[in-house]
């Protein structure tokens, strides 16, 4: 149901190691049998957006609509599958022209939306976070033909599966509390791309100009878009291919802006990965993508002078490369030092353009670490250099490199507001 990338205690940008899943449609609204007023607000113009801070918040007490959704989510949590399974059977069956918002197959959808309630149950009461949230997922859902007259029946269809898997709870304090829940959340998405309508398309259609097969499972695929396609530098894009229609998974910009409008984008194929087993071995110049909006905020701070510490593991590089260009075309000299970890020497298949770069630039610094053991030590060769407390840290690659990082960087005395990376809960278990 969602095409969310999110992680709520940093900012995040795609890895190109794992694509994630979108989906289609929009949030939720109550069913129509409850007392409540359950219509969805006319579309208006969206206010203004608030600045998108994920600095962590003061503890508060929650709000009794806050406690009330958060219980219904734990008594979900244990049958989320079946919630889910049921949740899509409703809306599939009541509302079949709603069907063809979503991907053929399911498999790798079915997931998202309780995520994404988690997500949204957990913050419902830091209201800067969770608008911020929603308003990216608002503008991310228009490339999937999403209107605002889809939501009441993809909500009535939610309060119906949660309201079966919870008859121990629920009541009607608690489907006002969802009902209450839902009025906000849904116009904040609704003016999020009402908004975004009036300055960006939908998606993007993109040509492939140039694909260059780096190792048997990694491919670097640069595309020329149809229409100028504005980002930063450490962003990422939705990609869905001819072969896989609504399915799209994310992929970060492996270059600055480009005086020629090109973007690169680098690609490795998983197991079972259906987008990027295409992009990397089938995908040939002259086919044509789609891309979805820019996203994402690993960018870098250009009003401060703070030296820039990156890990990159794996295709993970990509965004690292991106950072390292911005810092080079905006002629700043802060210090900027990379790590660059791989399993073998074979999977640093870029290490040639970041030396390259290093050589250019006397203010940068490229370190390969290669794992021998079997398991990503990264984070670990960070600690025998520094200090690093004058550094923004900057990390993107597999999961668990990307967990033992920050919790390394944290332990060095490096604030968890001056932290970026991926978003772990996206990375886990996607098949790319």
Known sequence: MFEARHTMDAPTTASADNGTSGGGGGWF????????????????????????????VQAQTASPDAVLIRRTMSEVAPVADKVTSYFYALLFVRHPDLRSLFPAAMDTQRDR???ALLTAAEHIDNTEVLVAYLQNLGRGHRKYGTRAE??????????GALSKYTTSIWDAETEAAWVRAYTTISQVMIDAAAADELRAPA?????????????????????????????????????ETPWWPRIWRHYSFASAPRSDGLLTFHVKAVPAGWVSNALVHRARPGDVVRLGPPTGSMTVDHTTDSGLLCLGGGTGIAPIKALVEDVAEHGERRRVEVFYGARTDRDLY?????????Q?????????????????????????????????AYLSGPPGMIRSGVDVL????????????????????TGA
């Not at 870029?350 to 290093?358: G, N, S």
């Open 113 to 115: 939306l309780l995520k």
């Open 203 to 239: 998606w993007w259609f993109a040509e492939i100009v140039a694909h260059d097969l780096r190792t048997s499972d990694v491919a670097v695929v640069t595309v020329r878009t149809d229409q100028p396609y504005p980002f930063l530098a450490g962003q990422y894009a939705s990609v």
């Open 410 to 429: 944290r332990n060095i005395g490096i604030p968890a507001e001056r932290i970026r990376h991926d978003s772990v809960e996206e990375l886990v278990g």
């Open 360 to 392: 250019i630039h006397p203010w940068l610094s490229v370190r390969a670490v290669i794992d021998q053991q079997g398991h990503l030590q990264l984070p670990d060769a960070v600690r025998q250099y520094g200090p690093w407390h004058e550094f923004d």
């Open 150 to 159: 889809h939501y009441p029946a993809v909500g009535e269809c939610l309060i």
């Open 29 to 56: 609204t109550p069913q129509p049998e409850t007392s409540a007023d359950l219509r969805v607000p006319v579309q208006r113009p969206a206010q203004s957006e608030p600045p998108h801070s994920l600095a962590p």
């Open 350 to 358: 870029d290490i040639d353009t970041m030396l390259r770069l290093q």
